[in-house]
């Protein structure tokens, strides 16, 4: 399988991870606007510290030589102070005529391209994990029953082998979503019962789920 060259810009994992392990952090805390650039030791919010870089490893530093950075990632916010004034653009395309100026087959790709949006590059409603993408495009190639390994190109053969590894993460996922059904389903069974007891037990028709009324 090949890709074509990615031109998509910075940000890095950092910003992800910070965000997961923050969003667990202060599930009950009132969140500062802002709490990503925040720094863990000296604000208590899991950031990325980007004011303490300003102040220490980036204070009266200057850029010696220009390196171009490309990242996949999801988006970013090009209209961002710190980052609109170095962003890379594509030289040869010109932005919002519509054209696939450069002729490298995505229209107005001035800072990259969004691989996972819609064949003009806009955001989709859902998308899904490489895994699933891969799964459903050689399936119906490989996932035929009494297929010839023998019969196999070395490319196919590789293909084969990416089609079989996302197969069995795919089905891996499906059977514990199918566990999580079943619990739900079980869940949605019960709550008539339920709401009734629970309503009884409280003397009154309207609740919420605030469970220190028991206590
Ligand atoms: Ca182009
Ligand atoms: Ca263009």
Redesign the pocket.
């Known amino acids: 399988m090949t890709f074509r060259p990615l031109t998509i810009l910075l940000i890095s994992a950092t910003l992800t991870t910070g965000i997961q392990e923050t969003w667990a952090q202060t599930a009950v805390k009132d969140v500062p606007k802002g709490w990503h650039m925040l720094d863990q030791q000296k604000d208590g919010f899991y950031g990325i510290g980007v004011e303490k870089a300003y102040q220490s490893l980036l204070k009266d530093k200057k850029a010696k030589q220009l390196v171009v950075v490309a990242v996949i990632d999801s988006g970013i916010d090009t209209t961002h102070e710190d980052l609109k004034p170095i962003l890379w653009k594509?030289p040869?395309?010109v932005p919002g005529n519509g054209m696939?100026?450069?002729?490298?087959?995505?229209?107005?790709?001035i800072y990259g391209w969004n691989f996972l949006g819609g064949k003009d590059g806009r955001n989709v409603t859902k998308d899904s994990y490489e895994a699933a993408r891969v799964y459903y495009k050689f399936k119906p190639k490989y996932g035929k029953s009494g297929l010839d390994q023998a019969t196999l190109t070395t490319e196919e053969k590789e293909e084969n082998a990416l089609y079989q590894k996302a197969k069995s993460q795919i089905e891996s996922q499906a059977k514990e979503a199918g566990m999580y059904v079943l619990f739900l389903k079980n869940i949605v069974e019960k709550l008539p019962s339920s709401d009734s007891i629970l309503r009884k037990a409280m003397g009154k028709e309207i609740f919420t789920g605030d469970v220190t009324v028991f206590r």
């Open positions: 594509n040869k395309e696939d100026d450069d002729q490298n087959g995505y229209v107005d790709d």
